[in-house]
């Protein structure tokens, strides 16, 4: 298969207009193991092909793009960055983006070689088109050349190469283009600065990250909106959130949550920059940050009373990260009877809402309750058992109502309600008080779908693998939940068939 493949490429090679053959070969090479064009890797001749891409034809194109993408993956990157330098470059600048995406997808096998970056980075016209690619109206060759940068920048001769040639300018060149391109550039230069200090330190050097933030604490407000989502990925990493709090950027956030009030416009960046504080009291300390920034915790429960869905997922998102650790359970506890009536209007939206803000509702309710058993005390215990009390009348029956709903995704959220409360004693005894709560656990009928399935799976796990389950649910309930468990997730019971004398 192989040599007939070689045979036809040589045919493509002496002609002019060869499509029939150029379907010949895609249609072999389909059935060539990658084992066998590997052997052949030194007798693939791809110049003629790479020619063939140079003429207006759409269909030769396409073939062309397809046979490449098969018989590149037979080359090492090494040959590919020596041998086919040229033929990258004018991938690159391809008026068809098909060409792009296949020379880029190329171009980041190169990048993931140690031994062929090195010859990417000896190429200063291919990077020059790397970045030139970020400005382009296709989203995938976009990407694309933003994962290659990413992963070229992971070395100090990739930083050096990017930040201290020329390479910088047209970087700032390309974020002329528009406000779409410019986002794309701030996107990368996030990427970079988030793999380590140095990183970040060519990357503030550059500008480039300065004149992020000059943006995200400016006047536009939908720019705003925007560059919050990577001031957010930057302040995941700890060296991220160091250089922001140095710069004061944190307090100016804080500073604009506190304006927010008067004006009408908030509503376009306030989510965002909420989002930002959650996800920072949950990395640093849930106490320190909202001790230190109280507008942060203030904005949150104000926002669960808004009328606007939007503004309500994402208080009662904020509520969930927050409270999924010990310490930031102890917080809003710290809030007494405010918390109390905001768990109320949660357990009254995860009733009534939109499909979705139920779901957000129920994942928000399962990270507040979560208690692992090592961190269990009696004061825990008697928090999230009072916790419960407050979502509603009768909690247990507002989630068994929940999950027998006939959509999957509200089904499996009111299962993970259960599975978080699962290992706490408070929760068994509720549920073993609650009528047909335990044969609901041990019916697998109920469950139709394979998520629902390990979900309920999960559930029964929590409460088998509990120290106080058997005394609570007794003895024969327990062995049958070990039963369930020892089974597994997708266990049908055989039906038995009797045979009857005299049947047909």
Not at 89 to 112: A, C, F, M, Y
Not at 118 to 130: D, H, P, R, Y
Not at 442 to 463: C, G, H, I, P, Q
Not at 491 to 503: D, F, L
Request: proline share 4%.
């Amino acid at each position: 298969m192989a040599a007939q493949a070689l045979s036809l490429l040589r045919e493509v090679s002496r002609l002019e207009a060869p499509l029939e053959e150029l379907r010949a070969l895609q249609s072999v090479l389909q059935s060539v193991p990658l084992s066998e064009l590997r052997e052949q890797a030194a007798e693939l001749r791809l110049g003629p092909l790479f020619s063939l891409l140079n003429e207006n034809h759409r269909e030769q194109t396409t073939l062309c793009v397809s046979i490449l993408e098969r018989l590149l993956q037979a080359l090492e990157p090494v040959h590919m960055a020596r041998n086919l330098r040229v033929d990258l470059q004018r991938g690159l600048t391809h008026p068809n983006d098909s060409v792009k995406i296949l020379t880029l997808s190329q171009v980041g096998r190169i990048v993931e070689n140690s031994d062929a970056v090195t010859e990417i980075l000896n190429n200063a016209e291919l990077l020059k088109q790397i970045i030139y690619c970020i400005g382009g109206e296709n989203l995938s060759v976009a990407k694309a050349a933003i994962k290659s940068l990413s992963r070229i920048s992971l070395t100090q001769a990739g930083l050096e190469a990017l930040f201290e040639s020329n390479l910088l300018d047209d970087l700032k060149s390309v974020m002329e283009t528009n406000d779409i391109v410019r986002y794309r550039v701030y996107e990368l230069i996030v990427e970079i600065s988030s793999v380590s200090p140095e990183s970040l330190n060519y990357c503030t050097t550059s500008g480039l990250v300065t004149q992020l933030l000059r943006e995200l604490t400016g006047e536009d407000v939908l720019v705003r909106a925007t560059c919050i989502e990577m001031v957010t990925s930057l302040a995941y990493t700890h060296h991220g959130r160091q250089y922001l709090a140095q710069e004061g950027v944190i307090d100016q956030i804080s500073n604009i949550i506190v304006g927010a009030d008067s004006d009408p416009f908030s509503s376009f960046y306030l989510p965002g920059f909420v989002k930002f504080f959650g996800n920072l009291a949950i990395m640093d300390s849930p106490q320190q940050i909202c001790e230190r920034y109280p507008v942060f915790v203030e904005k949150v429960f104000e926002m669960t009373e808004s009328q606007d869905p939007t503004m309500i997922g994402v208080a009662v998102d904020t509520i969930g990260i927050l409270g999924s650790n010990v310490e930031g359970k102890q917080v809003l506890q710290k809030t007494g009877t405010r918390f109390e009536r905001l768990l109320m209007r949660i357990g009254y939206q995860a009733k009534n809402a939109s499909t979705e803000l139920k779901i957000r509702c129920l994942d928000a309710i399962s990270s507040l309750f979560y208690l692992p058993a090592e961190q269990q005390t009696d004061d825990l215990l008697r928090m999230t058992e009072s916790w419960f009390s407050s979502l509603s009348r009768d909690p247990m029956e507002l989630f068994r109502g929940i999950s027998t709903q006939p959509f999957f995704e509200l089904h499996c959220a009111a299962l993970k309600v259960f599975t978080a409360i699962a290992n706490q004693p408070w929760a068994q005894k509720l549920m073993f008080n609650s009528p047909g709560f335990v044969e609901y656990v041990m019916d697998r009928s109920v469950e139709r779908d394979r998520a629902s399935k390990d979900a309920k799976y999960e559930l029964v796990k929590a409460l088998a693998n509990s120290k106080t389950i058997a005394e609570i649910f007794g003895n024969p309930n327990y062995m049958r939940l070990r039963t369930y468990l020892s089974e597994g997730p997708y266990y049908v019971k055989p039906i038995s068939t009797t045979a009857v004398e005299g049947a047909e």
